[in-house]
């Protein structure tokens, strides 16, 4: 625990810094606050998934935007999730609560869908994160990610947590299109629990332990 209170305090000190330079460059000025709620300094939204004219995202002269249906009525027979806009999307899409076009033509084209889990070892205490290439092929397209994102190769693209907090990598659509960092969300990602270590000497290890 202390040490993932350790990692925490670390983080929240690198996301301060970005949280600095995002105040002093002038674009907080948007409505929309931003989804990583694990940035405790930005301003988190105060209601859930408002309505199309007051989400800071459409544009309010339009009148398209007053017709959309609110995403509260939209969602509500939709399994819930703890965070982003607290639909479990990947639930959904098994139950069969939803059932998206994956061509946007052609409605009887199905995905391609690649079972490969990756695993990413986390040095310290975090639990290592394990990818699931499963998921993300039921919506995504392989260039989607491959190469601009990540160049497929297992462990051949440095990944960390500041990056993708900056909205890099994996934070390209989490925290955007898919669900954000929040302390809720942390195991979603970071799934695997490490293999306890034979020193003895390692009291940290079953602090990880599940
Ligand atoms: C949402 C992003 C994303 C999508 C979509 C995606 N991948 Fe990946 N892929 C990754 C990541 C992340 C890795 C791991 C890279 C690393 O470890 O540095 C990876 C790794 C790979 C690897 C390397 C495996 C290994 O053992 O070295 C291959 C091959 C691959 N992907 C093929 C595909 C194919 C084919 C598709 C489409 C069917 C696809 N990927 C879709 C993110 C994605
Ligand atoms: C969207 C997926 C995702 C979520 C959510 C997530 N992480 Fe990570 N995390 C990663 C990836 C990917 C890495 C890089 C792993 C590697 O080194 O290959 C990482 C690395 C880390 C590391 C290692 C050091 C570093 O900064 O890179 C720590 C510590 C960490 N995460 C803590 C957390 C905590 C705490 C949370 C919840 C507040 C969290 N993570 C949520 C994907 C995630
Ligand atoms: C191109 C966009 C994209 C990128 C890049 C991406 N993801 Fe995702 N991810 C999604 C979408 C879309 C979903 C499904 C919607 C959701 O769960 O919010 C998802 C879902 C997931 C899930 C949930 C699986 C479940 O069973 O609920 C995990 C875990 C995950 N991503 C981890 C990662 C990690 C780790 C990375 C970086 C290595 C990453 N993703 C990069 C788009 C992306």
Partial sequence: MQSINKTLSLLLTLVFVYSAGFVLSGRNNVLAADPNTFNRLLKKNKVRNPAPP?????????????????????????????????VDWVKALKMKKIQPRYDKNDPKV??????????????????????????????????????????????????????????????????KVAFPVTASTCRTCHSKAKKPKKSAKNKNVSAVKK
């Fill in 54 to 86: 007051k989400d800071g995202i459409h544009n309010i002269q339009s009148d398209g935007t007053y017709i959309l249906q609110p995403p509260l009525e939209a969602f509500k027979k939709l399994p819930k999730s703890r965070a982003g806009n607290y």
């Fill in 110 to 175: 199905k995905p391609i869908i690649m079972d490969l889990n990756i695993i990413r070892e986390v040095k310290g205490s975090m639990p290592d994160v394990v990818y699931p290439h499963a998921q993300h092929t039921e919506w995504l397209d392989c260039s989607n990610c491959h190469p601009a994102i990540f160049i497929p190769q297992k462990g051949a693209n440095q990944m960390s947590m500041a990056s993708i907090l900056l909205g890099k990598q994996c934070g390209v659509c989490h925290g």
